[in-house]
T-cell receptor, first 112, second 115 residues
Framework: GDSVTQMEGPVTLSEEAFLTINCTYT??????LFWYVQYPGEGLQLLLK?????DKGSNKGFEATYRKETTSFHLEKGSVQVSDSAVYFC???????????FGGGTRLMVKP | NAGVTQTPKFQVLKTGQSMTLQCAQD?????MSWYRQDPGMGLRLIHY???????DQGEVPNGYNVSRSTTEDFPLRLLSAAPSQTSVYFC??????????????FGPGTRLLVL
């Protein structure tokens, strides 16, 4: 079946540091890939997505590129802020099914 | 436009008690889903619905029932709560077509503690 693997957290960074959160997936066919963010006490919000190979999703300074050859969708941001502290989930939607498959989540803590 | 709403926000149950977690959306989305979130395990799909009157099981359906009598509402029922059902529950919805058909919209969650 489909699966998503994320790097385990927590990831602790200083403000303005560079962020990478690794995500790899296993899926049949050509899934769409997503990053969701969960701020403390809230539900998940879509951060960015990519629907086909080599697509780059971007939002709020975050970027991720759909790499089919390495089955990866790593999340990056050039300069993190304290307000970016949250849990980040990588997910895929397989066109063959109706469900999202999530990774385990990575907690990011940004210190001033 | 309230999006996806869930009630209650927090609930404590004793083992064996029953309860219903409510979920409603006002975006006229056909698809609705229930997930549970446990530490280190991400979100796992419990049940989902592709439209009024149609439901199906997800990855972890045991111990939960759902029904979908209207497009707006998708309640999740625990018939006999167990400590293993202690979790945070999220309801989500998405449209069945169009540009945003793969984007799920999540409610704020219900935190459930079963003693």
């Amino acid at each position: 079946g489909d699966s998503v693997t994320q790097m385990e957290g927590p990831v602790t960074l200083s403000e303005e540091a560079f962020l990478t959160i690794n995500c790899t997936y296993t899926a049949t066919g050509y899934p769409s890939l997503f990053w969701y963010v969960q701020y403390p006490g809230e539900g998940l919000q879509l951060l960015l997505k990519a629907t086909k190979a080599d697509d780059k999703g971007s939002n709020k300074g975050f970027e991720a590129t759909y790499r089919k050859e390495t089955t990866s969708f790593h999340l990056e941001k050039g300069s993190v802020q304290v307000s970016d502290s949250a849990v980040y989930f990588c997910a895929l939607h397989n066109n063959a099914g109706n469900m999202l498959t999530f990774g385990g989540g990575t907690r990011l803590m940004v210190k001033p | 436009n309230a999006g996806v709403t869930q009630t209650p926000k927090f609930q404590v149950l004793k083992t064996g008690q029953s309860m219903t977690l409510q979920c409603a959306q006002d975006m006229n989305h056909e698809y609705m889903s229930w997930y549970r979130q446990d530490p280190g395990m991400g979100l796992r799909l419990i049940h989902y619905s592709v439209g009024a009157g149609i439901t199906d099981q997800g990855e972890v359906p045991n111990g939960y029932n759902v029904s979908r009598s209207t497009t707006e509402d998708f309640p999740l029922r625990l018939l006999s709560a167990a400590p293993s059902q202690t979790s945070v529950y999220f309801c989500a919805s998405r449209p069945s077509g169009g540009l945003y058909q793969e984007t799920q919209y999540f409610g704020p969650g219900t935190r459930l503690l079963v003693l």
